[in-house]
Nanobody, 121 residues
Framework: QVRLVESGGGLVQAGASLRLSCAFS????????MAWFRQSPGKEREFVAA????????RYADSLKGRFTISRAVVQNTAYLQMNTLKPEDTATYYC??????????????WGQGTQVTVSS
């Protein structure tokens, strides 16, 4: 069973940077596409970024391109989300997700518990 544990959230001022981490365990990390989502109170969960098995290809929500960077480190079995120039509207609970590369449909099967990011103005 895949287990995902996020860390790195916190309270920061607008303009600051944060790096979120997602520790993966239970299966072979390199067989899973990794992604980040976020959810703010009263809003639906939204896609942030995803990265392929190799770590060379990533895609982002259009509104976040240029500020957020997703990456993965095979040795550490960890996915990261580097967030720069944070804005108050980035305030949300950020979730790490994983799906096996052979799974069709694009749905993510495994989710972390979330880490809170709060950006003050």
């Amino acid at each position: 069973q895949v287990r995902l544990v996020e860390s790195g959230g916190g309270l920061v001022q607008a303009g600051a940077s944060l790096r979120l981490s997602c520790a993966f365990s239970g299966r072979t990390f390199t067989s899973y596409v990794m992604a980040w989502f976020r959810q703010s109170p009263g809003k639906e969960r939204e896609f942030v970024a995803a990265i392929d098995l190799s770590g060379r290809n990533a895609r982002y929500a259009d509104s976040l391109k240029g500020r957020f960077t997703i990456s993965r480190a095979v040795v550490q079995n960890t996915a990261y989300l580097q967030m720069n120039t944070l804005k108050p509207e980035d305030t949300a609970t950020y979730y790490c997700a994983a799906r096996h590369h052979a799974r069709g449909g694009g749905e993510y099967d495994y989710w972390g518990q979330g880490t809170q990011v709060t950006v003050s103005s």
